[in-house]
Protein backbone atom coordinates (compact mmCIF):
# COMPACT_ATOMS: atom_id res chain seq x y z
CA UNK A 1 0.00 0.00 0.00
CA UNK A 2 2.89 2.29 -0.09
CA UNK A 3 2.47 5.40 -1.81
CA UNK A 4 -1.06 4.65 -1.88
CA UNK A 5 -3.87 7.24 -0.08
CA UNK A 6 -5.76 5.01 1.92
CA UNK A 7 -9.27 5.90 3.18
CA UNK A 8 -11.23 5.26 6.73
CA UNK A 9 -14.97 4.71 5.34
CA UNK A 10 -18.36 3.90 6.92
CA UNK A 11 -20.15 2.02 4.67
CA UNK A 12 -23.27 -0.38 3.42
CA UNK A 13 -22.79 -3.28 0.33
CA UNK A 14 -25.44 -2.09 -2.41
CA UNK A 15 -24.09 -4.59 -4.80
CA UNK A 16 -21.36 -7.06 -5.42
CA UNK A 17 -19.67 -8.40 -8.91
CA UNK A 18 -17.66 -11.24 -9.25
CA UNK A 19 -14.12 -11.08 -10.18
CA UNK A 20 -11.64 -13.45 -11.09
CA UNK A 21 -11.69 -16.91 -9.39
CA UNK A 22 -11.50 -15.68 -5.56
CA UNK A 23 -12.37 -11.69 -5.71
CA UNK A 24 -15.41 -9.17 -5.79
CA UNK A 25 -16.38 -5.63 -6.66
CA UNK A 26 -17.87 -3.87 -4.18
CA UNK A 27 -20.73 -0.97 -4.92
CA UNK A 28 -20.28 0.67 -1.77
CA UNK A 29 -22.12 3.58 -0.42
CA UNK A 30 -19.89 5.69 2.38
CA UNK A 31 -21.02 7.25 5.20
CA UNK A 32 -20.42 10.97 3.25
CA UNK A 33 -23.05 9.73 0.89
CA UNK A 34 -20.87 9.55 -2.21
CA UNK A 35 -20.18 5.57 -4.05
CA UNK A 36 -17.20 3.99 -3.78
CA UNK A 37 -16.46 0.56 -5.72
CA UNK A 38 -13.62 -1.35 -4.19
CA UNK A 39 -12.10 -4.44 -4.70
CA UNK A 40 -12.49 -7.45 -1.63
CA UNK A 41 -9.39 -9.56 -2.52
CA UNK A 42 -10.09 -13.38 -1.76
CA UNK A 43 -13.92 -12.69 -0.34
CA UNK A 44 -15.52 -15.59 -2.90
CA UNK A 45 -13.04 -18.18 -0.98
CA UNK A 46 -14.25 -19.92 1.50
CA UNK A 47 -12.92 -18.86 4.92
CA UNK A 48 -11.50 -15.77 3.09
CA UNK A 49 -10.65 -12.64 5.78
CA UNK A 50 -12.87 -10.76 4.03
CA UNK A 51 -15.77 -13.34 3.08
CA UNK A 52 -18.51 -12.50 5.98
CA UNK A 53 -17.51 -8.88 6.34
CA UNK A 54 -18.46 -8.08 3.03
CA UNK A 55 -22.18 -9.28 2.68
CA UNK A 56 -24.60 -8.14 0.76
CA UNK A 57 -26.55 -5.25 2.86
CA UNK A 58 -23.95 -5.40 5.62
CA UNK A 59 -22.68 -2.11 7.14
CA UNK A 60 -18.87 -2.39 7.69
CA UNK A 61 -15.76 0.01 8.92
CA UNK A 62 -13.64 -0.10 5.68
CA UNK A 63 -9.39 0.72 5.07
CA UNK A 64 -9.90 1.66 1.52
CA UNK A 65 -6.78 2.25 -0.48
CA UNK A 66 -7.63 5.03 -3.35
CA UNK A 67 -6.88 2.94 -7.06
CA UNK A 68 -7.64 4.78 -10.49
CA UNK A 69 -10.85 2.95 -11.29
CA UNK A 70 -11.04 0.56 -8.37
CA UNK A 71 -10.21 1.01 -4.94
CA UNK A 72 -9.04 -1.97 -2.87
CA UNK A 73 -9.93 -3.09 0.50
CA UNK A 74 -7.36 -3.53 2.94
CA UNK A 75 -8.76 -4.09 6.24
CA UNK A 76 -13.03 -4.46 6.81
CA UNK A 77 -14.61 -4.78 10.54
CA UNK A 78 -18.54 -5.30 10.46
CA UNK A 79 -20.65 -2.84 12.36
CA UNK A 80 -24.36 -3.82 11.04
CA UNK A 81 -24.62 -6.91 9.51
CA UNK A 82 -28.93 -6.92 9.00
CA UNK A 83 -28.73 -10.65 9.61
CA UNK A 84 -32.51 -10.87 9.74
CA UNK A 85 -32.16 -9.91 6.29
CA UNK A 86 -30.35 -13.49 5.01
CA UNK A 87 -32.08 -16.63 4.81
CA UNK A 88 -35.81 -14.64 4.12
CA UNK A 89 -36.76 -14.58 0.87
CA UNK A 90 -39.50 -11.78 1.19
CA UNK A 91 -36.87 -9.69 3.26
CA UNK A 92 -34.04 -10.19 0.40
CA UNK A 93 -36.30 -9.37 -2.16
CA UNK A 94 -37.31 -5.93 -0.40
CA UNK A 95 -33.92 -5.39 0.76
CA UNK A 96 -32.49 -5.80 -2.85
CA UNK A 97 -34.86 -3.06 -4.04
CA UNK A 98 -33.74 -0.93 -1.16
CA UNK A 99 -29.85 -1.28 -2.49
CA UNK A 100 -30.48 -1.36 -6.41
CA UNK A 101 -32.48 2.60 -5.44
CA UNK A 102 -29.56 3.14 -3.59
CA UNK A 103 -27.05 2.56 -5.89
CA UNK A 104 -28.49 4.38 -8.80
CA UNK A 105 -29.39 7.64 -6.93
CA UNK A 106 -25.48 8.15 -5.09
CA UNK A 107 -22.85 9.23 -7.43
CA UNK A 108 -18.87 8.94 -7.13
CA UNK A 109 -17.31 12.39 -5.84
CA UNK A 110 -21.04 13.83 -4.69
CA UNK A 111 -21.34 13.83 -0.76
CA UNK A 112 -24.83 13.72 0.53
CA UNK A 113 -24.91 12.79 4.15
CA UNK A 114 -28.85 12.01 4.06
CA UNK A 115 -28.04 8.80 1.95
CA UNK A 116 -26.38 6.59 4.45
CA UNK A 117 -28.45 7.28 7.26
CA UNK A 118 -31.56 6.62 4.78
CA UNK A 119 -30.75 3.68 3.51
CA UNK A 120 -29.36 2.34 6.52
CA UNK A 121 -32.93 2.67 8.15
CA UNK A 122 -34.54 1.63 5.23
CA UNK A 123 -32.63 -1.81 5.22
CA UNK A 124 -33.32 -2.34 9.36
CA UNK A 125 -36.90 -1.56 8.44
CA UNK A 126 -36.89 -4.86 5.78
CA UNK A 127 -35.96 -6.40 8.71
CA UNK A 128 -38.48 -4.98 11.18
CA UNK A 129 -41.38 -5.71 8.73
CA UNK A 130 -43.71 -8.21 10.44
CA UNK A 131 -45.42 -8.89 6.86
CA UNK A 132 -44.82 -8.77 3.02
CA UNK A 133 -47.28 -5.91 2.58
CA UNK A 134 -45.27 -3.63 5.17
CA UNK A 135 -41.78 -4.33 3.42
CA UNK A 136 -43.35 -3.50 -0.02
CA UNK A 137 -44.43 -0.37 2.05
CA UNK A 138 -40.79 0.12 3.01
CA UNK A 139 -39.50 -0.90 -0.40
CA UNK A 140 -41.79 2.05 -1.86
CA UNK A 141 -41.09 4.90 1.26
CA UNK A 142 -37.25 4.26 0.41
CA UNK A 143 -37.20 4.87 -3.35
CA UNK A 144 -40.22 7.86 -2.77
CA UNK A 145 -38.14 9.52 -0.23
CA UNK A 146 -34.64 9.56 -1.66
CA UNK A 147 -35.56 10.23 -5.02
CA UNK A 148 -37.66 13.53 -3.40
CA UNK A 149 -34.67 14.79 -1.58
CA UNK A 150 -32.69 14.79 -4.83
CA UNK A 151 -35.41 16.89 -6.17
CA UNK A 152 -38.03 14.59 -8.08
CA UNK A 153 -40.66 15.39 -5.69
CA UNK A 154 -44.20 14.29 -6.82
CA UNK A 155 -46.87 16.72 -6.53
CA UNK A 156 -49.85 14.71 -4.73
CA UNK A 157 -52.23 17.34 -3.48
CA UNK A 158 -53.46 18.41 -6.06
CA UNK A 159 -53.32 18.28 -9.79
CA UNK A 160 -49.69 19.57 -10.71
CA UNK A 161 -51.09 20.55 -14.54
CA UNK A 162 -54.53 22.84 -13.56
CA UNK A 163 -54.41 22.34 -9.63
CA UNK A 164 -57.55 20.64 -9.67
CA UNK A 165 -58.14 19.65 -6.16
CA UNK A 166 -59.56 16.40 -7.02
CA UNK A 167 -56.67 14.49 -8.97
CA UNK A 168 -57.64 10.92 -10.02
CA UNK A 169 -54.63 9.75 -12.06
CA UNK A 170 -50.87 9.44 -11.18
CA UNK A 171 -48.44 9.91 -13.99
CA UNK A 172 -44.79 10.25 -13.50
CA UNK A 173 -44.00 11.87 -16.99
CA UNK A 174 -46.56 14.60 -15.54
CA UNK A 175 -44.87 14.98 -12.08
CA UNK A 176 -47.67 13.52 -10.06
CA UNK A 177 -51.30 13.22 -9.37
CA UNK A 178 -53.68 14.31 -12.29
CA UNK A 179 -57.18 15.36 -12.75
CA UNK A 180 -59.01 12.83 -15.30
CA UNK A 181 -59.64 15.77 -17.61
CA UNK A 182 -55.63 16.41 -18.08
CA UNK A 183 -55.15 13.32 -17.93
CA UNK A 184 -56.28 12.41 -21.12
CA UNK A 185 -53.54 14.51 -22.43
CA UNK A 186 -50.93 12.26 -20.09
CA UNK A 187 -49.13 9.60 -21.98
CA UNK A 188 -49.01 6.57 -19.17
CA UNK A 189 -51.22 8.52 -16.64
CA UNK A 190 -53.02 5.78 -14.55
CA UNK A 191 -56.54 5.70 -12.32
CA UNK A 192 -55.36 5.95 -8.50
CA UNK A 193 -58.08 6.24 -5.63
CA UNK A 194 -57.87 8.94 -2.60
CA UNK A 195 -56.82 6.20 -0.59
CA UNK A 196 -53.78 5.38 -2.89
CA UNK A 197 -52.86 8.94 -2.95
CA UNK A 198 -53.42 9.11 1.01
CA UNK A 199 -50.72 5.88 1.07
CA UNK A 200 -48.41 8.14 -1.20
CA UNK A 201 -48.57 10.88 0.21
CA UNK A 202 -47.59 9.10 3.57
CA UNK A 203 -44.42 7.08 1.92
CA UNK A 204 -43.28 11.07 1.68
CA UNK A 205 -44.08 12.46 5.08
CA UNK A 206 -44.21 9.42 7.70
CA UNK A 207 -40.98 7.48 9.24
CA UNK A 208 -40.24 4.29 8.74
CA UNK A 209 -41.50 3.65 12.48
CA UNK A 210 -45.10 5.28 11.74
CA UNK A 211 -45.21 2.90 8.29
CA UNK A 212 -44.19 0.01 10.25
CA UNK A 213 -46.71 0.79 12.73
CA UNK A 214 -49.12 1.40 10.04
CA UNK A 215 -52.02 -1.07 9.32
CA UNK A 216 -51.88 -1.66 5.79
CA UNK A 217 -53.54 -4.54 3.39
CA UNK A 218 -51.24 -6.04 0.50
CA UNK A 219 -53.43 -4.70 -2.02
CA UNK A 220 -52.76 -1.25 -1.06
CA UNK A 221 -48.99 -1.94 -0.01
CA UNK A 222 -48.19 -3.39 -3.87
CA UNK A 223 -50.41 -0.40 -5.43
CA UNK A 224 -47.44 1.98 -3.53
CA UNK A 225 -44.55 -0.26 -4.36
CA UNK A 226 -45.92 -0.15 -7.94
CA UNK A 227 -46.22 3.98 -7.83
CA UNK A 228 -42.64 4.10 -6.62
CA UNK A 229 -41.27 1.65 -9.05
CA UNK A 230 -42.90 3.98 -11.89
CA UNK A 231 -41.74 7.16 -10.58
CA UNK A 232 -38.09 5.76 -9.82
CA UNK A 233 -37.80 3.88 -13.47
CA UNK A 234 -39.08 7.61 -15.15
CA UNK A 235 -36.90 9.89 -13.21
CA UNK A 236 -33.97 7.52 -13.02
CA UNK A 237 -34.02 6.67 -16.89
CA UNK A 238 -33.26 2.97 -15.75
CA UNK A 239 -34.80 -0.44 -15.67
CA UNK A 240 -35.11 -1.51 -11.99
CA UNK A 241 -35.15 -5.22 -11.93
CA UNK A 242 -35.07 -5.84 -8.36
CA UNK A 243 -38.49 -4.22 -7.67
CA UNK A 244 -39.61 -5.46 -11.16
CA UNK A 245 -38.94 -9.04 -9.10
CA UNK A 246 -39.98 -7.26 -5.97
CA UNK A 247 -43.70 -6.93 -7.67
CA UNK A 248 -43.88 -10.37 -9.68
CA UNK A 249 -42.64 -12.02 -6.80
Request: hydrophobic share 45%.
Amino acid sequence: MAGRRADHVRAIVLDRTKLGESDLILDLLADDGSRRRAVAKGARRPGGRLAARVELFCEADLLLARGRSLDTICEASLTEPHRAIRGDYERVCAASAVCEVARLTCYEDAPDRLLHPLCSRALGACEQAPDRAHLDLCAAAYAMKVLAHEGWRPELGCCCACGDPVPSHFSPLAGGAVCASCAREMPGAEPVSPTLLGWLRSLLGCTFDELLAAPVDADSALACLSCAHRWAAAHLDARLRAVEFCLAS
